[in-house]
C-alpha cells in the first residue's frame, strides 16, 4: 500500500467519509478534504425538511473541526478546484498545484435549471445558504409554488403547507416521483399532498416564472409570491471531462469504482457505475450510496480490494408524518404488487427488485436484506407466505 497523498475534491457526505474511513481502514498518510461552500461539511437531507422548520444549522455540522485535527485531515473549504493535471497529479488550485497519488472525485450534483423564461426568479434548494434565504422568505403567509413533484419538491411543499402557506406544485409527469417510485406509491402521496391542501397539476410542464408567478403548459396560471424550483439535478462533471476523462450521465467508473485512469476514483451523486444486479450503468442520488461508495473505496486504497461494489441500495424522504423508504432499484417497467399494509413490492423478470414503505421500519430492514442475497427472492416463494417479508 503507498502511502501518498490522497486528495478528496468535494466535502459533503460522500467527500467526508471518504477521508474518515481512509483513517478507520488505516490510511496513514497526507489526506486533503476539499469544499468549495465555506464551513465545516454538513448533511444536506434536514435542509428540505427540519432546518426549513428549526433554522438550527449547528445540528446540520458532521463533525467540529477538532475532529479533523485529530484525524490528520487537512479541510480546505471555500476552496474550488480548477483543473486536474492527470501526467503530474497535481490538483489546480489557482496558481497552486496539490500533488495526489490518489484522487477521489465526490463532486456531487448541482441543481438543474431548464432555459425557461423567468427561470432566474426562482429559487433553490440545494446548499445551506439556499436553505436559509427560503426558510427567510417563508417568515410571513405566501403564495407559494413549486415546480417539480420529486423528493425535494414534495418535502419543500410539505413544510411549507404545514406552516400555513398557500402551495400549489405543478410536474410535467402524469404522477409524482415518477421516477422513483411506483405507481401504487405516486397515488398514495398524491392523496397525502392533496389533503394538506396543496394544489397539484399533473402532467403540466412550466413554461415560464414570472414576477407573478409560473405559467403552465395548458396556460394555467399560477400565482406565488416565492418560487421554488426543484426540477432535478445534474452530475458536476466538468473537472473529470476537461481532463479526459469519460463522462455519461456522469463520472464513469468500474465496478471498484474506480476511473480508467487508475489514481482516480469518483463516488455518490457524480459516479456512473454499473450496477450489481443488472449490470446496467446507473447513477444514485442518495446519500446511502455516497457513504457505502466511501467506504468501498477507502478498502480498496489501504487493503487492494477488488471486490465489485454491490451495496443494496435504498432511499428515503420524509413528507409530512410519512417516512418513505424504498430498498432496492426498480426500472420503469417492473410490475407491481400493492400490499394491505401499504407496502409495494417491485418485481423484474419474477424476482424481487425492490420494495416500497410508509413507516414501517421492519419491512424496509427485511427487504435490504433479502435484496443483499446471492439472488433475490423469486415472486412465487414470496406469493407462498402471501408476500408477508417478515416471514421469508
Known amino acids: 500500500m503507498s502511502m501518498g497523498p490522497v486528495v478528496i475534491v468535494g466535502a459533503g457526505q460522500g467527500g ?42 449547528e445540528k446540520l455540522v458532521l463533525r467540529p473541526q477538532k475532529v479533523f485535527d485529530a484525524k490528520d485531515i487537512t479541510l480546505r473549504t471555500g476552496t474550488r478546484v480548477e ?43 440545494r446548499t445551506l445558504e439556499d436553505a436559509a434565504t427560503l426558510r427567510a422568505a417563508l417568515d410571513q403567509p405566501r403564495r407559494v409554488a413549486v415546480i417539480g413533484g420529486g423528493f425535494i419538491g414534495l418535502e419543500f411543499a410539505a413544510v411549507a403547507a404545514s406552516l400555513g402557506h398557500r402551495v400549489s406544485l405543478a410536474e410535467a409527469a402524469p404522477r409524482l416521483m415518477a421516477r422513483a417510485v411506483s405507481p401504487e406509491m405516486s397515488e398514495r402521496f398524491r392523496a397525502l399532498h392533496e389533503t394538506l391542501g396543496t394544489a397539484l397539476y399533473l402532467g403540466n410542464g412550466v413554461t415560464e416564472v414570472t414576477g407573478q408567478g409560473i405559467g403552465l403548459a395548458d396556460g394555467t396560471r399560477l400565482d406565488a409570491d416565492l418560487v421554488l424550483l426543484a426540477a432535478g439535478v445534474c452530475p458536476n462533471v466538468d473537472l473529470a471531462k476537461a481532463a479526459g476523462l469519460e463522462v455519461d450521465n456522469g463520472i464513469v467508473v468500474d465496478a471498484t469504482l474506480r476511473t480508467a485512469d487508475p489514481h482516480i476514483f469518483a463516488l455518490g451523486d457524480c459516479a456512473a457505475f454499473p450496477e450489481a444486479r443488472s449490470g446496467a450503468r446507473v447513477r444514485l442520488e442518495s446519500v446511502q450510496a455516497a457513504t457505502d461508495h466511501a467506504r468501498a473505496i477507502a478498502k480498496t486504497i489501504v487493503h487492494g480490494t477488488t471486490d465489485p461494489y454491490a451495496a443494496v441500495p435504498w432511499f428515503w424522504s420524509d413528507q409530512h408524518d410519512c417516512k418513505l423508504q424504498i430498498a432496492g432499484l426498480a426500472l420503469p417497467g417492473d410490475e407491481s404488487v400493492l400490499l394491505d399494509s401499504g407496502a409495494v413490492l417491485r418485481f423484474r423478470d419474477g424476482r ?37 417479508l417478515t416471514a421469508a
Open 16 to 57: 467526508f467519509q471518504a477521508a474518515l474511513s481512509l483513517r478507520q481502514e488505516g490510511y496513514e498518510g497526507p489526506i486533503t478534504l476539499i469544499g468549495a461552500e465555506p464551513g465545516l461539511p454538513y448533511q444536506r437531507p434536514p435542509l428540505s425538511k427540519a432546518y426549513l422548520k428549526s433554522g438550527e444549522a
Open 83 to 125: 483543473g486536474l493535471d492527470r501526467a503530474a497529479r497535481q490538483v489546480v488550485i489557482g496558481d497552486e498545484r496539490l500533488d495526489y497519488e490518489t484522487l477521489i472525485l465526490a463532486t456531487g450534483t448541482r441543481n438543474l435549471r431548464p432555459p425557461l423564461p423567468g427561470v432566474e426568479r426562482a429559487l433553490d434548494l
Open 352 to 388: 424481487l427488485s425492490a420494495v416500497e414503505t410508509v413507516n414501517d421500519a421492519k419491512t424496509h430492514m427485511k427487504a435490504r436484506r433479502l435484496l443483499a442475497q446471492d439472488a433475490a427472492p423469486t415472486r412465487d416463494s414470496l406469493l407462498e407466505r402471501n408476500y408477508d
